[in-house]
T-cell receptor
Framework: KNEVEQSPQNLTAQEGEFITINCSYS?????LHWLQQHPGGGIVSLFM???GKKKHGRLIATINIQEKHSSLHITASHPRDSAVYIC??????????FGEGTQLTVNP | SAVISQKPSRDICQRGTSLTIQCQVD?????MFWYRQQPGQSLTLIAT?????????ESGFVIDKFPISRPNLTFSTLTVSNMSPEDSSIYLC?????????????FGQGTRLTVV
């Protein structure tokens, strides 16, 4: 079992739909990051979470430390949201462990 | 929070040549790391870049193939040496620091390398 597991692996949605991507982890962490990887490979950091909830535009990220679970939500999805979304956890040893990513495709 | 500038963003290289990727951080980070993402795979740690000393490599990665430098707290380079098509991957640097020690991670933009 991987230390970081994401679901689903692939997700196809229609424009305007509400999207949820999940991340579960099995180790103690000091922070959790959500990253967006564009089709060309470029990586953008979306959120860093250590507790609670953060919102940026149409993106919302939540974390439940007790349940070792985080979710990334996209409201009113748009084709430009199509990308790979990656969950990464930062452990107390300063190591990052990455999930395998969720490939999101939003169709017009 | 720190910002990491990674260059180049992409390159196409001939086999047998070498490519050096640079990461510049706009403020000090405690630790810096280099990762590789092969096609269809998740990001895997290559090595920890240590300031002023040899990098610490993960199993399966060696210094002769991936020499790394970190001359100060804000700059690091990764060289992919004697490249083959199997080295075609995305390479990513990251830094760890933060106001509360080592509780924040920062990311470069990634370098997409294609070896022909």
């Amino acid at each position: 079992k991987n230390e970081v597991e994401q679901s689903p692996q692939n997700l196809t949605a229609q424009e305007g739909e509400f999207i949820t991507i999940n991340c579960s982890y099995s180790v103690g962490i000091s922070a959790l990051h959500w990253l967006q990887q564009h089709p060309g490979g470029g990586i953008v950091s979306l959120f860093m979470l250590s507790s609670g909830k953060k919102k940026h535009g149409r993106l919302i990220a939540t974390i439940n430390i007790q349940e070792k679970h985080s979710s990334l939500h996209i409201t009113a999805s748009h084709p430009r949201d199509s990308a790979v979304y990656i969950c990464a956890v930062l452990t107390s040893g300063s190591r990052l462990t990455f999930g395998e990513g969720t490939q999101l495709t939003v169709n017009p | 929070s720190a910002v990491i500038s990674q260059k180049p963003s992409r390159d196409i290289c001939q086999r047998g040549t070498s490519l050096t990727i640079q990461c510049q951080v706009d403020s000090q980070v405690t630790m810096m790391f280099w990762y590789r993402q092969q096609p269809g795979q998740s990001l895997t740690l290559i090595a920890t870049a240590n300031q002023g000393s040899e990098a610490t490599y993960e199993s399966g990665f060696v210094i002769d193939k991936f020499p790394i430098s970190r001359p100060n707290l804000t700059f690091s380079t990764l060289t992919v040496s004697n490249m083959s098509p199997e080295d075609s991957s995305i390479y990513l640097c990251s830094g760890v620091g933060g106001r509360v020690l080592n509780t924040e991670a920062f990311f470069g933009q990634g370098t997409r390398l294609t070896v022909v």
